[in-house]
C-alpha cells in the first residue's frame, strides 16, 4: 500500500496536498485498491462552496457509488477535467494526474490548520491496517 509522505488523509480516505491557501484533494491508493474498476468520477464546479467532512462529489464503480468527502473547506478553485474522460486515471495515478479537486481556503492559516487536523502518514497506514481486519 502506498503511503505518500508529506500528504494529510481523511479517515475516509481522501488525501491533501496542501500549498498555501490551497488544498489538492484526491482518493488514496488504499480506497482505489478497494474498490476497483472506476467508471466515473462526478465533481463539482469550480467556484462551489466545499465544507470539510461534507460530500463534494462520489465516484462510481461497475458495482457501487462512493461519496466523497472534502478534507477542508473552502471553495473549489480547479477541478480535474480529464477525469470526465478518463475516470480510470484514479486507479493508475491517484497521487499524480488522478487529483480530483483543488480547494481554495479563505486563508493560508485555516488551510493550514484544517490541514494540520488530518491524518499523517503513519496515522494513515495504521488506520488502514485497521480497517483490513
Not at 508529506?6 to 482505489?32: I, N, Q, T
Not at 461519496?67 to 478518463?86: I, Q, R
Not at 486563508?107 to 488502514?128: T, V
Amino acid at each position: 500500500m502506498s503511503v505518500p509522505a508529506g500528504l494529510r488523509y481523511a479517515k475516509s480516505h481522501e488525501w491533501a496536498k496542501l500549498d498555501g491557501a490551497r488544498v489538492r484533494v484526491g482518493l488514496s491508493a488504499f480506497a482505489v485498491a478497494e474498490i476497483k474498476d472506476v467508471v466515473f468520477v462526478d465533481l463539482p464546479a469550480a467556484g462551489t462552496a466545499a465544507r470539510g467532512g461534507q460530500s463534494f462529489g462520489a465516484i462510481e464503480t461497475v458495482k457501487a457509488a462512493f461519496d466523497l468527502y472534502a478534507p477542508v473547506s473552502g471553495t473549489v478553485h480547479a477541478v480535474n477535467g480529464a477525469l470526465a474522460g478518463s475516470p480510470e486515471t484514479v486507479t493508475r495515478d491517484p497521487y499524480g494526474e488522478g487529483w480530483m479537486i483543488e480547494i481554495e481556503a479563505a486563508n493560508p492559516e485555516e488551510a493550514a490548520k484544517a490541514f494540520a487536523g488530518l491524518l499523517d502518514e503513519a496515522a494513515y497506514a495504521a488506520h488502514c491496517t485497521a480497517q483490513k481486519h
